[in-house]
Structure formats: C-alpha cells, structure tokens
C-alpha cells in the first residue's frame, strides 16, 4: 500500500519569507513522488517530481522540494514566497508498479503581503 | 507536456440524470484516468482507461455508475450515471504522455447535483 500525509491543512507566511509545504510518504520499494498546485477554479497543475537522482529537485515558479529518505519526506520549499503562490498543494506518490497516483489531502497555503 | 481539454468545464445538473463528460488530448497517450475530487477533498482515482480494453475501476466505483469509453488514443468520456447531490464534485482526466513518469491534468469539469 502507499500514502501520503500532509499534516498542515494551512500554511501561513508572509511574502517575501520563505516557505515550507511538508509531505510525508509510505510505499513498497522506491517512491516516486510529485507535487502539483490548485489556483482557484482550476484544474491541477504539475510543479516537480522526483523519480531518482539528486534529492533536492527543482521545478516550476521557483519551487524546490528535498526527497529526504531517512525520514520518508519530500517537503515542498520556495525562499521567497509571493502573494500569487497562494493555492492549494497537494504532494502524491506511486511506486514502480504501476500509474495511479494517491494523494495527500492537500495543504492550503496563504501568502500575505 | 500534454494540453488537455475537457468539456463540460461546469455543470448544473438535475437529481437522476446522467451526464458524459469528454476529455481530448492533444497527443496519443496509452493511459488515461479520471480522478473524482469532492468539495474540500483530495483526488481519489475512479479508473484507467487504457485504449482497447476495458476500464479498469478502483475500489468503490463501478462501471454501472461511471461507465467509460475510450474510442481512440486520444479521447476518452466518463459518464456519471443516475445522479444525486453526492456527485458533485470536480472530475478530471489525466494523461500519461508518451508513458511518462509525469501525469498531467485537465482543468476539471465541476458538477454539481440539485
């Protein structure tokens, strides 16, 4: 089986500061994982990934998420937020096996000026 | 990439009707999905819809309820069948191009149910 956990159902920080979205995995043999944003009324959109390689993995809009095995993490980063970052982020993973992805329950982030 | 185009992008429908939504995508893609997301939810996968073969549903959903075709390798619909206020939801189509690790989304079509 493979899960995702997203503890922070709101993030809050001030533009300018950065920012951490954290994301928490359970797989079966190597994960891959991925973050994707939710503006308003939309669809989602895909941000990063990582399958293998380098853990810090760079991505769209100046996001950065660090695959940290040990701890079973991929928390998403930006080192300066901007009021048009707030959204919704949801992380997800799949192992090797197969296509599907399961996702977290989503962390809205709220950036202020 | 992929750009994904889904048709209707919102809905206002009546209890116990049905409503097909259709998703086209601008490349051929083996395998495509529809995700169900419900007010204030995550996304949970309904099925895979491989061109050729049958959908195959996750647990929870049956084809009887959201039936699906997938005609040619770029195009698919789900129906949503006999529906009540508990349907309403986003619904989104999802491609894997060229057998990718990435999985790209539509915009969604947001149903709702009275």
């Known amino acids: 089986a493979q899960s995702v956990a997203q503890p922070e159902d709101q993030v809050n920080v001030a533009e300018g500061n950065p920012l951490t979205v954290k994301c928490t995995y359970s797989?079966?043999?190597?994960?891959?994982l991925f973050w994707y944003v939710q503006y308003p009324n939309r669809g989602l959109q895909f941000l990063l990934k990582?399958?293998?390689?380098?853990?810090l993995v760079k991505g769209s809009y100046g996001f950065e998420a660090e695959f940290n095995k040990s701890q079973t993490s991929f928390h998403l980063k930006k080192p300066s937020a901007l009021v048009s970052d707030s959204a919704l982020y949801f992380c997800?993973?799949?192992?090797?096996?197969?296509?599907?992805?399961?996702f977290g329950k989503g962390t809205s982030l709220l950036v202020t000026p | 990439s992929a750009v994904i185009s889904q048709k209707p992008s919102r809905d206002i429908c009546q209890r116990g009707t049905s409503l097909t939504i259709q998703c086209q995508v601008d490349?051929?893609?083996?395998?495509m999905f529809w995700y169900r997301q419900q007010p204030g939810q995550s996304l949970t996968l309904i099925a895979t819809?491989?061109?050729?073969?049958?959908?195959?549903?996750e647990s929870g959903f049956v084809i009887d309820k959201f039936p699906i075709s997938r005609p040619n390798l770029t195009f698919s619909t789900l129906t949503v069948s006999n529906m009540s206020p508990e349907d309403s939801s986003i619904y989104l189509c999802?491609?894997?191009?060229?057998?990718?690790?990435?999985?790209?989304f539509g915009e969604g079509s947001w149903l709702t149910v009275v």
């Open positions: 490349s051929q893609v083996t395998m």
């Open positions: 819809a491989n061109q050729g073969s049958e959908a195959t549903y």
């Open positions: 797989v079966s043999g190597n994960p891959y």
């Open positions: 990582y399958i293998t390689g380098d853990n």
């Open positions: 999802s491609v894997s191009p060229g057998g990718g690790n990435t999985i790209y």
């Open positions: 997800a993973v799949r192992d090797n096996s197969g296509y599907a992805l399961n």
